[in-house]
């Protein structure tokens, strides 16, 4: 069993639609939850970052963490045809020296 | 004034040959990865250095040797490419960061996609 999950996808959703992307993981160590956006042929770009518990907005993004379901979502409202991307989620442990563990990916498709 | 460039772009070249990789960047971070991305996009960390210290070194096959003349440059040497061998590169770099430090943005470079014939 891979220590984070995600659903690989494809995602296709109309324009203007709110998007729901999710990770589940095993270790229950894990403290720092990212999510990165990459664009086709591109390197991956952080979008959010948080540690814990709880939520994070930024404009039309919000993560969300569940340490007690081991679940971590990334929501996208109005999303946009610019926000067609695959979107790694990723998280790391409060004691690893840098050391970020990656999800497969989900490739997600906006359609004008 | 790219921030984490990556040469070449594109690699192709035959089973059993050696080849580099560079990574250079200029945002004086002290940290800096290298990740394989095969073709099912999972994404996992290979090496990391961070003051030309290595600090971490995954499993991976001892034909893999990275190096780092200072901190801006981290290279990547493969001896005796294989058919396996065939995927994205990429490099990352990041501020210092210890054992106890959680808020490490890493920023990666465009990538170098080999392909093994």
């Known amino acids: 069993q891979k220590e984070v999950e995600q659903d690989p996808g494809p995602l296709s959703v109309p324009e203007g639609a709110i998007v729901s992307l999710n990770c589940t993981y095993s270790?229950?160590?894990?403290?720092?939850f990212m999510w990165y956006r990459q664009y086709s042929r591109k390197g991956p770009e952080l979008l959010m970052y948080?540690?814990?518990?709880g939520n994070k907005e930024d404009g039309r993004f919000t993560a969300q963490v569940d340490k007690s379901s081991k679940y971590i979502s990334l929501f996208i409202r109005d999303s946009q045809p610019s926000d067609s991307a695959t979107y790694l989620c990723?998280?790391?442990?409060?004691?690893?020296?840098?050391?970020?563990?990656f999800g497969s990916g989900t490739r997600l498709s906006i359609r004008p | 004034d790219t921030a984490v460039s990556q040469t070449p772009k594109y690699l192709v070249t035959q089973m059993g040959n050696d080849k580099s990789i560079k990574c250079e960047q200029n945002?004086?971070?002290?940290?800096m990865y290298w990740y394989k991305q095969d073709s099912k996009k999972f994404l996992k960390i290979m090496f990391s250095?961070?003051?030309?210290?290595?600090?971490i070194n995954e499993t991976v096959p001892n034909r893999f040797s990275p190096k780092s003349p200072d901190k801006a440059h981290l290279n990547l040497h493969i001896n005796s490419l294989e058919l396996g061998d065939s995927a994205v590169y990429f490099c990352?770099?990041?501020?210092?960061?210890?054992?106890?430090?959680?808020?490490?943005?890493?920023?990666f470079g465009p990538g170098t996609r080999l392909t093994v014939l």
């Open positions: 990352a770099s990041s501020q210092l960061s210890t054992p106890t430090s959680g808020s490490d943005t890493q920023y």
């Open positions: 270790n229950s160590a894990f403290q720092y």
């Open positions: 948080t540690y814990s518990s």
């Open positions: 990723a998280m790391k442990r409060y004691s690893s020296a840098s050391k970020i563990i």
């Open positions: 945002l004086g971070h002290d940290t």
């Open positions: 250095y961070n003051n030309k210290e290595l600090i």
